[in-house]
């Protein structure tokens, strides 16, 4: 092999020190297990203000960077956990500012998001490419989604570069701003051009990552094939069925500590494939809980996640009360659109006793749901990996999904033959449509009703391998095959 050695890994959030969604979990996971395979890796995050409070100690000042006339300063902590080398970009405009990393509280982006992002990407392309005090370089700058996307396209300016990846974790992000904020941050004339971040018209971060990368990832097979094309690609199908060739779908694992119903310290019951039964405890003490019918004789259906469009709230909400009729109880737990939140208050207030509706982000409730459940729903309109599936199949909580990205690489639907070959671990649709949400739900719920094929199901989820083992390998043959 040659010398691959030196990571530079960097991301906007990362679990447990800053997380709003699926990125998190990758950035708090990966890298780690990176370095366990071999790696020497840093983990370059935004030193807001929340991650400073959750530090457990002091961070270490290491450098301070000219960053295009900005001076800003490198703090290294561990990632909490962990021992994985964690810096942290420390300027006022993230350690200053407390809250949501990308909006404020009335949910508008920061308005100097162009400004604050491109500052990452400058310490990134920075460290990479000159001799700093950190006294260290990386061979491979890995970065992910539109925040650190221009990192990539300045590193390709440098005459002496590591190589670099750029991952996709969600292409509905773009990171667009005017011409005008193109020119306020004095990035390089030569790369307002299509092969470069401009994008009709307008200034991309996420371009600076597909045009200059040398090798392009996102995180599932299917969503690789999708965004070469209409509508996944959402414009950008043409640049990147152009570099398809250097375009790698690779699955996310999931931290099998943190979500190990055998150990979960969020649950009020643990257990395994051997006592899944015991789900039931968990059910009840939830429905108690929320205040729902304390019911045995029918399935409790959970939803987690980002309550917009993306998530598919427009199947859901029609048919919920069908869903309810089934009959079945109903939990939700997210926050998002305020016209999905009212719209699902209202739900909850006609029929408080079978559906609870969490309007809140939260940790332990979502471990809970999880344990609880007896079907999860996910569907979602895209979904490039999806972590929620993953983790409703370790938890034997079968999943009712859209059959898209990385939900058709992870859930196989149950049909004769996959039931009879003992595969099927789901419910899986292929319509944006209520009404075959609303069916392959019906399917999922008549399935629970017959014992020994839902704990068949369930065996069978739960024996998945979702690690981040199995992700990391191909991650660490793809850094190899980079710098071969
Ligand atoms: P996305 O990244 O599109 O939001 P994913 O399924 O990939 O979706 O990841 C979502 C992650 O965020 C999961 O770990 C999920 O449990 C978590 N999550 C989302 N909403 C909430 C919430 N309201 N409370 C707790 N965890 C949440």
């Known amino acids: 092999m040659s010398a691959v050695s030196r990571l530079l890994f960097v991301a906007s959030e ?28 840093r983990l370059l995050l935004p030193a807001y203000a929340d991650v400073l409070q959750r530090l457990e100690a002091a961070p270490e000042v290491l450098a301070e960077l000219d960053l295009a006339g900005q001076s800003a300063r490198i703090l290294e902590c561990r990632l909490p956990g962990t021992p994985l080398r964690t810096w942290l970009l420390e300027h006022p405009v993230f350690s200053e500012r407390v809250g949501n990393p990308y909006h404020d509280a009335d949910g508008a982006p ?21 001799d700093t005090a950190l006294g260290w370089r990386p061979d491979i700058l890995h970065c992910n989604d539109w925040h650190s996307g221009p990192a990539i396209a300045l590193t390709h300016l440098a005459r002496q570069r590591p190589r670099t990846v750029f991952t996709i974790h969600n292409l509905a992000h773009m990171g667009i701003f005017d011409r005008q904020v193109f020119e306020r941050l004095e990035l390089p004339a030569q790369l307002w051009q299509e092969q470069g971040l401009e994008f009709y018209g307008q200034c991309s971060f996420i371009k600076g990552g597909l045009v200059f990368a040398d090798e392009i ?36 694992g999931i ?44 399935p409790l259906l959970g939803f987690v996640g980002r309550l917009v469009e993306q998530k598919g709230l427009e199947l859901v909400l029609p048919v919920i009360g069908q869903l309810l009729d089934g009959p079945a109880q109903i939990v939700v737990l997210g926050r998002g659109e305020p016209r999905y939140e009212a719209a699902l208050q209202a739900l909850a207030a006609q029929r408080p006793d079978a559906l609870s509706v969490l309007l809140a982000y939260d940790e332990t409730l979502a471990h809970r749901i999880e344990a609880a459940a007896d079907i999860f729903l996910m569907p979602s309109l895209f979904e490039p990996c999806g972590l929620n599936q993953l983790y409703s199949l370790r938890y034997g909580t079968l999943p009712v999904v859209r059959a898209v990205g990385g939900l058709v690489d992870t859930v196989v639907d149950a049909s004769e033959q996959t039931l009879a070959a003992g595969t099927a671990t789901g419910f899986v649709f292929a319509a944006p449509q209520a009404d075959d949400f609303l069916h392959a739900g019906r ?18 989820a739960m024996a998945e391998d ?17 710098t071969d």
């Open 443 to 460: 399917r999922a719920i008549a399935a629970w009703h017959d014992r020994p094929v839902w704990q068949a199901m369930q065996r069978t």
């Open 110 to 130: 920061w308005s100097d998001n162009a400004e604050r992002f491109l500052l990452l990407s400058r310490a990134a392309a920075h460290i990479s490419t000159c």
């Open 255 to 298: 931290d099998s500590q943190t979500w190990n119903p055998a150990s979960d310290p969020h649950l009020v019951q643990t257990y395994d494939a051997d006592s899944v039964q015991r789900k039931a405890l968990s059910k009840s003490a939830l429905q108690q809980q929320l205040g729902l019918q304390p019911r045995e004789d029918c």
């Open 466 to 482: 979702f690690s981040w083992q199995r992700s990391a390998e191909r991650y660490l043959e793809l850094y190899r095959s980079a």
């Open 14 to 41: 990362a679990y447990p020190l800053i997380k709003t969604g699926g990125l998190a979990d990758v950035a708090g996971s990966l890298p780690e297990v990176l370095r366990q395979g071999g790696l020497d890796v």
């Open 217 to 252: 990832t996102t995180v599932s097979p299917t969503y690789a094939r999708e965004i070469c094309a209409s509508p996944g690609g959402m414009g950008l199908e043409g640049l990147l069925s152009q570099r398809r060739d250097h375009l790698l779908g690779i699955l996310n």
